[in-house]
T-cell receptor, first 110, second 114 residues
Framework: EDKVVQSPLSLVVHEGDTVTLNCSYEVTNFRSLLWYKQEKKAPTFLFMLTSSGIEKKSGRLSSILDKKELSSILNITATQTGDSAIYLC??????????FGAGTQVVVTP | KAGVTQTPRYLIKTRGQQVTLSCSPISGHRSVSWYQQTPGQGLQFLFE???????NKGNFPGRFSGRQFSNSRSEMNVSTLELGDSALYLCASSSTTGANEKLFFGSGTQLSVL
């Protein structure tokens, strides 16, 4: 069965800190890995990483895919209170299902 | 372009009742997926519909069912509600089906079963 594991489950940081979130996966026939941010209810798309695009960057957020280690990290630099959210990692496998991890709850304090 | 719309936003039901949730995808999107989210469990896949056909199904009991209409709108039904069905139900749409698609989520329906 496909598995996606995120760590840590939660963390609290101060504004300005750098945060690193981890996602490891075991899926049959990996296709791509996605990161979402969930602030209230609706998860919003951040990045998609595939074999042909293993690093993505947008402003203070960046993500890298390590296909050898079957993992990905999401970095947030110079954190702001608006970065407080649940960050979800999800993986497309060959069964046509997008498998999600449990998420990492990030709290940024002023 | 309007986003994914889910109705109702909140529902309170009692055990044994049934419930129907609705999802209108982004205009032009033909795939609709449903997920259940409970604290600490992440998003659990329920099913996906594409062009009115169920393409994939997760590991949920038969009490959970869905359908898709010709205009791509989808409904999800849960019969004989149990306390454990209390959750946020999220709907997501994409332009087509298959891997490497970005899913766009609605704000969900928060279901409480008493």
């Amino acid at each position: 069965e496909d598995k996606v594991v995120q760590s840590p489950l939660s963390l609290v940081v101060h504004e300005g800190d750098t945060v690193t979130l981890n996602c490891s996966y075991e899926v049959t026939n990996f296709r791509s890995l996605l990161w979402y941010k969930q602030e209230k209810k609706a998860p919003t798309f951040l990045f998609m990483l595939t074999s042909s695009g293993i690093e993505k960057k947008s402003g203070r957020l960046s993500s890298i895919l390590d296909k050898k280690e079957l993992s990905s990290i999401l970095n947030i630099t110079a954190t702001q209170t608006g970065d407080s959210a649940i960050y979800l990692c999800a993986v497309w496998g060959s069964w046509g299902k997008l498998q999600f991890g449990a998420g990492t709850q990030v709290v940024v304090t002023p | 372009k309007a986003g994914v719309t889910q109705t109702p936003r909140y529902l309170i039901k009692t055990r044994g009742q049934q419930v129907t949730l609705s999802c209108s995808p982004i205009s032009g999107h033909r795939s609709v997926s449903w997920y259940q989210q409970t604290p600490g469990q992440g998003l659990q896949f329920l099913f996906e519909y594409f062009s009115e056909t169920q393409r994939n199904k997760g590991n949920f009991p038969g009490r959970f069912s869905g359908r898709q209409f010709s205009n791509s709108r989808s409904e999800m039904n849960v019969s004989t509600l149990e306390l454990g069905d209390s959750a946020l139900y999220l709907c997501a749409s994409s332009s087509t089906t298959g891997a490497n698609e970005k899913l766009f989520f609605g704000s969900g329906t928060q279901l409480s079963v008493l």
